[in-house]
């Protein structure tokens, strides 16, 4: 079978912590997208264009990632563009109940048809944020720990910094 996968997330920006994840799902499905999705209510750092250019670059060394535009329901986007598979990071406790809910979603409204696949955060990773990213860059701190360097880049230079 076929396994085409998607790893949704607003990636406002992407981290060390997402882009380890895109790595380790390109390893094992046929297929990845990285969905980036549009909260109209939430202000977000970059556009929406930002986000998917930043993540085009960072993802170009995987043949099997794209980035795609991911928006309405999930669980609608999942069944209306053919994934088998929804991936999803777990860095902690304070992950688990939002996404067990999320998950449970998804096997009530396409039992069978989809299924969620939950990686464990790498240690390395698993205190980063894309929230704690932006406040420790904009603040001067060193974030070559957190974001891969071209997106680093991207945000010093939003930042003027
Ligand atoms: P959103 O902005 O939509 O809330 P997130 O950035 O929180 O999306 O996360 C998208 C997915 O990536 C979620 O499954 C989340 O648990 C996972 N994730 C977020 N940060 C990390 C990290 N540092 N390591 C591994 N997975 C992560």
Known sequence: MNTK??????????TLGHLDIIERASN???EVVVGVTINLEKKTMFTFEERMEMIKE?????????????D???????NNNGFNVVVRGLRGVSDFD???QMAQLHQYLYRDKVETVFMMADSRYDFISSTMAKQVIS?????SM????YILK?????LGK
């Open 5 to 14: 996968a998607l790893y949704a997330g607003s990636f406002d920006p992407l």
């Open 28 to 30: 094992i499905f046929d």
């Open 58 to 70: 960072v993802t170009k060394h995987l043949p099997n990632v794209s980035v795609q535009m991911c």
């Open 72 to 78: 309405g329901l999930l669980a609608d986007f999942v």
């Open 98 to 100: 939002s996404e067990k």
């Open 139 to 143: 603040l001067g701190g060193d974030g």
């Open 146 to 149: 957190l974001v891969p360097p």
């Open 154 to 158: 991207t945000m010093k230079g939003k």
